[in-house]
């Protein structure tokens, strides 16, 4: 150990304000007893999920599978035609939308009703915009494949969480392609915030290898990892404290640490209270389990 551990948690980390009211919604809900099915998964985090389950929110992976009771409509979003379906099955629909992407949404339907072909550049299978574009496209490929001679006007739109600069060459694919695009802003910052911060820690002299904690099938908290490994290469992505190594910490002044938009606050406490128990072991030699990102 290089001398007493120093912990230093990213200036923006975790769970998005939106993702972060739904959950409370949630579970305010089940501490007044009732119960309920969550279309889809609240966040993506194994951990919060199973929580919810255990006091009476379990995910339900299609609307279809809902024939009564309370439904909950995540942070997310869906589309249009969902709140009428629930609402004609007599089921009790609980919003927790973002208001951010009922933002998006409200300029989405301004921008059909003025004649604009709408485009979102997106996850064709994400609820959040299902329903309020033309066309979703991912790739310049996917772009090749719009005629647009039959769209004079053009609205671009991002998918909330996705990082505008990864996709630039989409948006200025369309924008070659068209006779007139216009960029709709329509980036959620949550995302960008929490990635801008992971590579200031990253960038921290003082920090000496970085732990990432997320949800095992959480793409921006891989993300964040890959991001702060560019800087730190001794940056490790855990799904839990049982994944933390000893040996990581082994010669460390500084660690740092950040969390993706699905982790909980308190599997981060739990991750840096473990950081602490292992650095103060008397002679750290190996931890308790394998980190398999850690060899990747
Ligand atoms: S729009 Fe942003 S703040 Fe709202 S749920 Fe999505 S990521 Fe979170």
Not at 199 to 227: K, M, Q
């Amino acid at each position: 150990m290089a001398g007493p551990l120093t912990l230093k948690r990213a200036g923006k980390y975790g769970f998005c304000a939106g993702v972060r009211i739904a959950d409370r919604t949630v579970r305010k809900l089940a501490s007044e007893g009732r119960s309920g099915k969550i279309l889809g998964q609240l966040v993506h985090n194994e951990r919060v999920v199973s929580d919810l389950v255990q006091v009476g929110f379990a995910t339900a992976a299609s609307l279809d599978e809902v024939r009564a009771g309370t439904i909950v409509f995540s942070a997310h979003g869906v589309p249009p035609s969902f709140h009428r379906r629930a609402l004609e099955r007599g089921l009790l629909v609980v919003d927790t939308t973002c208001p951010f992407v009922y933002d998006v949404h409200e300029e989405a339907r301004q921008a059909l009703e003025a004649g604009f072909h709408a485009v979102f550049i997106g996850d064709s299978a994400h609820r959040e915009v299902i329903g309020y574009t033309h066309d979703i496209v991912l790739t310049t490929a996917d772009v090749e494949r719009i005629d647009f001679d039959r769209h004079p006007r053009v609205k671009i739109f991002y998918q909330t969480t996705l990082n505008s600069e990864e996709y630039e060459d989409v948006a200025l694919a369309i924008e070659g392609a068209a006779d007139h695009a216009e960029r709709a802003d329509t980036i959620c910052y949550a995302t960008k915030e929490n990635q801008d911060a992971a590579r200031d820690l990253a960038a921290d002299p003082g920090i000496d290898c970085i732990v990432v904690v997320g949800g095992r099938h959480s793409a921006n908290t891989r993300h964040l990892w890959e991001i702060c490994r560019a800087a730190q290469p001794r940056s490790y992505l855990v799904h839990g404290s049982d994944d933390l190594r000893a040996d990581w910490f082994a010669d460390c002044g500084g660690v740092g640490i950040t969390a993706g938009a699905s982790t909980p606050d308190s599997m981060i406490e739990e991750v840096e209270g473990a950081i602490r128990l292992l650095a103060a072991s008397p002679a750290p030699a190996s931890g308790p389990l394998a980190a398999p990102e850690a060899a990747l």
